[in-house]
Every structure is written in structure tokens, then in C-alpha cells.
């Protein structure tokens, strides 16, 4: 079934809308989840309430791209309940490493004070993220959107874990270059 079909369903509130979304995108949805959470419960309750929220927004929302629609969402739960978790018991994880990884290069959002400055932030980086090659930009969204692990991203792509982490790096300190250059202050 293709996303007009599916939002067809959702504006016309059928209930069938849900069962479809999740035979089409259950399985893209759960994966941003557990790679955010590495917890299979708190995964699947992550994307049910992608589920519910999409339902819940569509309509009035017509979204272009479904695919990312629901991505967003499900990101967005998933790092929540992360940091709600995290604010419960003060361990080390995967995200932890993930925003240590960026903390160099992207300012945190203490510093960034006004949406508009955030949204600054956010048209840069994604200005920088176009100017990448293809392969450079996939393992760095692989890495920092999706949260997949170094040796997912090397098995995903074929080449080894060094080159993967040789290619995060480089990029980032090209990120921060890139930022820097167009005045965002980290």
C-alpha cells in the first residue's frame, strides 16, 4: 500500500489505517527505537505511540514524506523516554556516547536560548550535510539519526569499523569547521 493510501486511511479514521502503517513501517519505526533505547518493551511501546500520534495528528496534518513523518515522531519518543530513563538511574549507554561523540561540534542547547537561533543551527548542519559525498552522509546519519552502532554501520555498508570511525571523525571536525565558518558558536 503506498503513503496516500495510508494517509487516505487516516483521513478517513479508518482503523485499518494502524494495521497498515505498521505492516509497511513497524519495522523502520522499531529500529530507530531500539537502537535509542536497547530495550525491546520500551521499543515497541515507543512505536505504538508513534501509531497513536499519527492518529491523533493526521488529518489536520498531511504529511509529504510519511516515511520521515513517523521516523520524527518515533525519534523523538524514543529520546524522551531516554532521557527520562537516564534521569532515573545515572548509567553509561549508547546515546551517552553518541551526544559525547557530537558534543564537540554542535552546541548544546543551553547555548542556543531562541527557536530561531536553534533553527540556525539546524538549517546549517543540514546545509553541511548536503555538501557531504553519499557515502559520508549515510554513516553519519546511520550513526547520529538512527543511533546504529559503529559495527552496524560497517556490516550495513561493507567496510571495516576503522573506516567507519575514521569517517565519523573527519566529518565531524568538518562539521565543526563548517559551523564555525558559518557563525555558530559551539
Not at 539519526?145 to 567496510?159: E, F, K, N
Not at 573506516?163 to 555558530?184: C, D, I, P
Request: glycine residues 4%.
Amino acid at each position: 500500500m503506498d503513503d496516500d493510501m495510508l494517509l487516505a486511511l487516516y483521513w478517513g479514521r479508518s482503523e485499518s489505517a494502524i494495521r497498515e502503517t505498521d505492516k509497511k513501517y513497524g519495522g523502520y519505526c522499531f529500529s530507530i527505537a531500539i537502537n535509542i533505547l536497547q530495550s525491546h518493551e520500551d521499543a515497541e511501546e515507543c512505536v505504538n505511540d508513534t501509531y497513536r500520534i499519527a492518529w491523533d495528528t493526521i488529518p489536520p496534518q498531511r504529511p509529504a514524506n510519511f516515511r520521515a513523518y513517523l521516523g520524527k515522531i518515533t525519534r523523538n519518543l524514543s529520546l524522551n523516554k531516554y532521557k527520562e530513563q537516564r534521569r532515573k538511574k545515572r548509567g553509561g549507554d549508547n546515546m551517552a556516547l553518541i551526544y559525547s561523540e557530537l558534543e564537540e561540534c554542535i552546541p548544546s542547547t543551553s547555548n542556543v536560548e531562541k527557536e530561531y537561533e536553534a533553527s540556525l543551527v539546524i538549517g546549517a548542519i543540514n546545509s553541511f550535510l548536503l555538501s557531504l559525498d553519499s557515502e559520508s552522509r549515510i554513516v553519519f546519519v546511520r550513526r547520529y539519526w538512527y543511533a546504529d552502532s559503529i559495527q552496524a554501520i560497517a556490516t550495513r555498508l561493507q567496510m571495516s569499523e576503522s573506516k567507519v570511525k575514521s569517517m565519523l571523525f573527519r566529518t565531524r571536525n568538518k562539521l565543526r569547521a563548517y559551523l564555525q565558518k558559518e557563525g555558530v558558536s559551539i
